[in-house]
């Protein structure tokens, strides 16, 4: 069954500083798409970015990359420069496009990212 | 405004009172998605339709719960008889490809 795995309940960083997020998955499936999203402490889920299981390049998106490594099956995603406004919970999640065509996302238990003065 | 918006955002009810929630989605999205998340943890898919097709439910949704998409436009969320192990937020998405939120309904059953 499809899994994911974030294993660090919190983490610190020092503001301008960069992160990395840990995220690792567990799928039979050939194609697949992993998620990273954001919410703040107002409730709302924010898309960060998106990896596809055969894109051959690590998304980027502004400050925000993805380690993808297919064979170890972890997706982390790194943040550099950290500002104030990060602080917030981080999931990952993941879409089965071949065995499941509801594309529902299934996430992990989360991320509290919080960033130092 | 036009994000996926839900409402309330935020529900009180006693226990044994029925709730309902509204989700409007980015209009050309087909897709829509219910999940539930309880406190510390990540959000849990409910359901899901496209169009005004409701193709899939979880096991986490049970008789007490009922979801509609009329028209493939908005879609609301029932809760019967509410219990207190209901209170959770409850979260509207909508696609294309990537799935976007909205911010949610929180409830809380007293």
């Known amino acids: 069954a499809q899994k994911i795995t974030q294993t660090q309940p919190g983490m610190f960083v020092?503001?301008?500083?960069?992160?990395?997020?840990?995220?690792?998955?567990?799928?039979?499936?050939?194609?697949?798409?992993?998620?990273?999203?954001?919410?703040?402490?107002?409730?709302?889920?924010?898309?960060?970015?998106?990896?596809?299981?055969?894109?051959?390049?690590?998304?980027?998106?502004?400050?925000?990359?993805?380690?993808?490594?297919?064979?170890?099956?972890?997706?982390n995603l790194v943040i550099s420069a950290s500002q104030l406004g990060d602080s917030a919970m981080y999931f990952c999640a993941m879409r089965e496009?071949?065995?499941?065509?509801?594309?529902?996302?299934?996430?992990?238990?989360?991320?509290?990212?919080?960033v130092r003065p | 405004d036009t994000g996926v918006s839900q409402d309330p955002r935020h529900k009180i009810t006693k226990r044994g009172q029925n709730v309902t929630f509204r989700c409007d989605p980015i209009s050309e999205h087909n897709r829509l998605y219910w999940y539930r998340q309880t406190l510390g943890q990540g959000p849990e898919f409910l359901t899901y339709f496209q169009n005004?097709?409701?193709?899939?439910?979880?096991?986490?949704?049970?008789?007490?719960?009922?979801?509609?998409?009329?028209?493939?436009?908005?879609?609301?969320?029932?809760?019967?008889?509410?219990?207190?192990?209901d209170s959770a937020m409850y979260l509207c998405a909508s696609s294309v490809q990537v799935a976007f939120f909205g911010q949610g309904t929180r409830l809380t059953v007293v």
Do not use: H
């Not at chain 1, 970015?49 to 055969?54: A, E, K, L, M, T």
């Not at chain 1, 496009?97 to 919080?114: E, N, P, Q, V």
């Not at chain 2, 005004?52 to 949704?61: D, F, N, T, V, Y």
């Open chain 2, 52 to 85: 005004e097709a409701q193709l899939e439910k979880s096991r986490l949704l049970s008789d007490r719960f009922s979801a509609e998409r009329p028209k493939g436009s908005f879609s609301t969320l029932e809760i019967q008889r509410t219990e207190q192990g």
């Open chain 1, 97 to 114: 496009a071949w065995m499941d065509s509801s594309y529902k996302l299934i996430f992990g238990s989360g991320t509290r990212l919080l």
């Open chain 1, 14 to 75: 020092q503001e301008k500083e960069a992160v990395t997020l840990d995220c690792t998955y567990d799928t039979s499936d050939q194609s697949y798409g992993l998620f990273w999203y954001k919410q703040p402490s107002s409730g709302e889920m924010i898309f960060l970015i998106y990896q596809g299981s055969y894109d051959e390049q690590n998304a980027t998106e502004g400050r925000y990359s993805l380690n993808f490594q297919k064979a170890r099956k972890s997706a």
